[in-house]
């Protein structure tokens, strides 16, 4: 037989004040405890996760060396060849003989100049000044002098430089040549990241080049949404160029 109590308002609403603190104090420990089961699973994943990209990545870098150390001689051979690149991208494309495989192996660069080049742009400048005799060669000797601009960090554009060595040699003048010939050797590029590119001729796609995806961003590339390059399409031009870990 259960006894009935009775109680006042003012107990009743302190019965009710109780019960709400004790449902908050319930609610937060279970936020807590779902916020430690969450951490744990995130905790789990990294552990599972992290050794195998960091193994990924080692497994890449091993590739990526070799390749580079595969074709070291043929590239010491190119680049002997090749020389001076513009804009300072030093690249070298290697296509199979029925042209169905395409490798493209370069270096980013980051230009830079000894301070023989100040010589030779002084040379240039009193040269070109020499030719200004009226508004017109001012006009173009200005315009050529542009070639000569700096950027942000005092560097020249090594793709105008190029640009100049042109003029210079059109001009067959030997004073204009000797100048750009010692802005050229002056010339000290820092090397930053090796890169690889690797494409193939994709029959289903009219035998278009179609790129190997070798960075984790894009290995998920579904093939209906990749653009492939035109099957002329130069090698050496800029594009998404896939970069392994140092």
């Given at each position: 037989?259960?006894?009935?109590?009775?109680?006042?308002?003012?107990?009743?609403?302190?019965?009710?004040?109780?019960?709400?603190?004790?449902?908050?104090?319930?609610?937060?420990?279970?936020?807590?405890?779902?916020?430690?089961?969450?951490?744990?699973?995130?905790?789990?994943?990294?552990?599972?996760?992290?050794?195998?990209?960091?193994?990924?990545?080692?497994?890449?870098?091993?590739?990526?060396?070799?390749?580079?150390?595969?074709?070291?001689?043929?590239?010491?051979?190119?680049?002997?060849?090749?020389?001076?690149?513009?804009?300072?991208?030093?690249?070298?494309?290697?296509?199979?003989?029925?042209?169905?495989?395409?490798?493209?192996?370069?270096?980013?660069?980051?230009?830079?100049?000894?301070?023989?080049?100040?010589?030779?742009?002084?040379?240039?400048?009193?040269?070109?000044?020499?030719?200004?005799?009226?508004?017109?060669?001012?006009?173009?000797?200005?315009?050529?002098?542009?070639?000569?601009?700096?950027?942000?960090?005092?560097?020249?554009?090594?793709?105008?430089?190029?640009?100049?060595?042109?003029?210079?040699?059109?001009?067959?003048?030997?004073?204009?040549?000797?100048?750009?010939?010692?802005?050229?050797?002056?010339?000290?590029?820092?090397?930053?990241?090796?890169?690889?590119?690797?494409?193939?001729?994709?029959?289903?796609?009219?035998?278009?080049?179609?790129?190997?995806?070798?960075?984790?961003?894009?290995?998920?590339?579904?093939?209906?949404?990749?653009?492939?390059?035109?099957?002329?399409?130069?090698?050496?031009?800029?594009?998404?160029e896939a970069e392994a870990a140092e």
């Open positions: 037989m259960s006894e009935q109590v009775t109680i006042s308002a003012e107990e009743f609403k302190q019965f009710q004040a109780y019960q709400a603190e004790k449902a908050k104090q319930e609610a937060a420990e279970a936020r807590k405890a779902q916020r430690a089961t969450y951490q744990q699973m995130v905790d789990e994943e990294l552990a599972a996760a992290v050794p195998e990209l960091r193994a990924l990545s080692e497994q890449i870098k091993t590739v990526k060396d070799a390749t580079f150390g595969n074709f070291a001689a043929v590239l010491d051979i190119k680049a002997e060849v090749v020389g001076f690149k513009e804009g300072g991208q030093f690249s070298h494309t290697f296509t199979n003989t029925d042209s169905t495989q395409r490798l493209t192996l370069g270096v980013n660069t980051v230009d830079g100049w000894t301070d023989m080049a100040e010589t030779g742009i002084a040379m240039v400048r009193r040269y070109l000044e020499s030719l200004a005799t009226d508004d017109k060669t001012q006009s173009l000797v200005t315009a050529v002098l542009r070639l000569l601009s700096k950027d942000r960090q005092g560097n020249l554009n090594a793709s105008k430089v190029l640009q100049l060595q042109k003029m210079a040699e059109d001009s067959k003048d030997d004073q204009f040549i000797e100048a750009v010939k010692i802005i050229r050797e002056s010339y000290q590029p820092t090397a930053t990241r090796r890169y690889i590119r690797a494409q193939y001729r994709d029959e289903s796609t009219g035998n278009a080049w179609r790129n190997i995806p070798l960075s984790i961003t894009d290995v998920d590339l579904l093939p209906e949404n990749e653009t492939a390059p035109e099957p002329d399409a130069d090698a050496d031009a800029e594009g998404t």
